[in-house]
């Protein structure tokens, strides 16, 4: 049975949230990360009617969402600032200032960095499944991994001991 319209509006509705909280991550802004779940959602439906010779149709939207990322960042027409006047928001529960200054060490990581440690240790996949989703091999992943964290602590400095509390 080929798959149809609304069996994809249906997977777009369950995998949206899982999709835009990795988008986000690697993001670090909610519009981009929006942007984002959108281009990557787009690409699915484009492969939709040949998605029965793909196993897992929810982490290859993963793949495509973190190749389209690191697609983006690539580009020299990446030149978007954010603004420094930001909207009111509700306040929520949690340290701000420790998820902030997160938010902005894996801004300063290189686009590869960030996807790795993203999905390594934010979505909780081994060594063997990253490398899959980015086309590398897991030596490569290993050695990234421990280069983008030395880097993250760096940058949070006394702040990384905190970050368990996330």
């Not at 959108?38 to 929810?58: C, S, V, Y």
């Not at 697609?71 to 954010?82: F, L």
């Not at 063997?128 to 949070?156: F, H, P």
């Amino acid at each position: 049975m080929r798959p149809n319209a609304e069996d994809f509006e249906e997977f777009a509705r369950a995998r949206t949230p899982h999709l835009y909280r990795t988008a986000w991550l690697l993001a670090g802004d909610r519009h981009h990360a929006e942007d984002l779940v959108q281009e990557t959602l787009a690409k699915m439906f484009r492969a939709w009617r040949g998605l029965q010779r793909i196993d897992n149709p929810p982490a290859y939207a993963q793949t495509v969402l973190v190749r389209t990322f690191i697609s983006q960042r690539r580009r020299r027409s990446w030149t978007e600032q954010p603004s420094s006047d930001l909207p009111d928001r509700a306040e929520r529960p949690g340290d701000h200032a420790l998820r902030l200054s997160l938010q902005n060490a894996l801004a300063e990581l290189a686009p590869l960095d960030r996807a790795v440690l993203v999905l390594r240790f934010f979505e909780d996949r081994s060594v063997e499944q990253v490398a899959l989703d980015l086309g590398k091999n897991a030596g490569a992943i290993r050695t990234r991994t421990s280069r983008a964290l030395d880097r993250l602590r760096t940058v949070l400095g006394d702040d990384a001991v905190h970050l368990i509390a996330l």
